[in-house]
């Protein structure tokens, strides 16, 4: 699980720079300003969770399934956080940004996870 978790971190790290790429060359000049800002918003947190993925799943103690939770938190977080905030801005349907919010509830689940694993593992 470790090396899948590292795999999908890096894949979702590389597509955010495309996507950050995209959005700053191909889409400035399409979209306005607001919806720019939206699209940066879900290229900044799919990046900050892809190293947060790399970061959990090459820890010492991520044998504890409470670090695995997390994992699999943090790539469901960005996929629908993420995912949903470039559909939004993409296609104009703004019902998208209902299912945002599930996102960062995973988001912050993950978070979580991470912080009860890392104090039931680590000791000083």
Not at 26 to 52: I, N
Not at 68 to 91: C, D, H, M
Not at 101 to 121: E, Y
Request: aromatic share 12%; hydrophobic share 60%; glycine share 12%.
């Amino acid at each position: 699980m470790r090396r899948l978790f590292v795999t999908l971190a890096a894949l979702i790290g590389g597509l955010a720079v495309v996507l950050g790429a995209f959005g700053a060359h191909a889409l400035k000049a399409v979209l306005e300003p607001h919806l720019l800002t939206v699209f940066e918003t879900g290229v900044r947190y799919q990046m900050y969770h892809a190293l947060a993925l790399i970061a959990l799943a090459g820890n010492r103690w991520f044998q504890d399934g409470l670090f695995k939770v997390a994992g699999w938190l943090f790539v469901i977080g960005i996929v629908i956080f993420s995912g949903s905030l470039y559909l939004l801005t993409l296609t104009g349907m703004r019902w998208l940004g209902a299912i945002t919010p599930f996102g960062g509830i995973a988001l912050v689940g993950a978070w979580l996870c991470t912080a009860l694993a890392a104090w039931r593992n680590i000791t000083e």
